[in-house]
């Protein structure tokens, strides 16, 4: 049963959608809170890579997600910020509480998907 769980959450189309779903949120993010069209532009071309990898063959998926993955690694210091207080509140208690959860669920779940022909983790045993 947890290999299944394992297969299904790796799985690069449902680790796609998961970071496209997130990325519209961002769009929003962009517009509302950040105001800003840089950060705007970063959210609409990670949105598309992952759209890319969502239609894509599983290993060119993979690989494609790699780099969504390495820069994720370079919010964490933000996220982490956020859980302490230390960030600067986004105006938005519902953002300020799941953010961060999400962050913390899609940043591993992202680079075990996109490493995982050289991990292994989650990848289907043929008998």
Known sequence: MSDRLID???DHRNVAMANIAWAVLHVWIA??????MGFLAVVLVLG??????????????RRVMILPSVLYLMV???????LTGEME????EWLD?????IWFIIIPVTLLASTQ????IGA????
Do not use: C, D, Q
């Open 48 to 61: 598309g890579v992952f759209a890319f990898a969502m239609v894509s063959e599983e290993v060119l998926a």
């Open 31 to 36: 517009v509302e809170i950040e105001e800003s």
């Open 8 to 10: 299904r959450l790796l």
């Open 117 to 120: 022909e050289w991990t292994g």
């Open 89 to 92: 509140s986004s105006g938005y």
């Open 97 to 101: 509480l799941i953010g961060p959860i």
């Open 76 to 82: 964490l210091p933000a996220v982490i910020g956020s």
């Open 124 to 127: 289907r045993v043929e008998e």
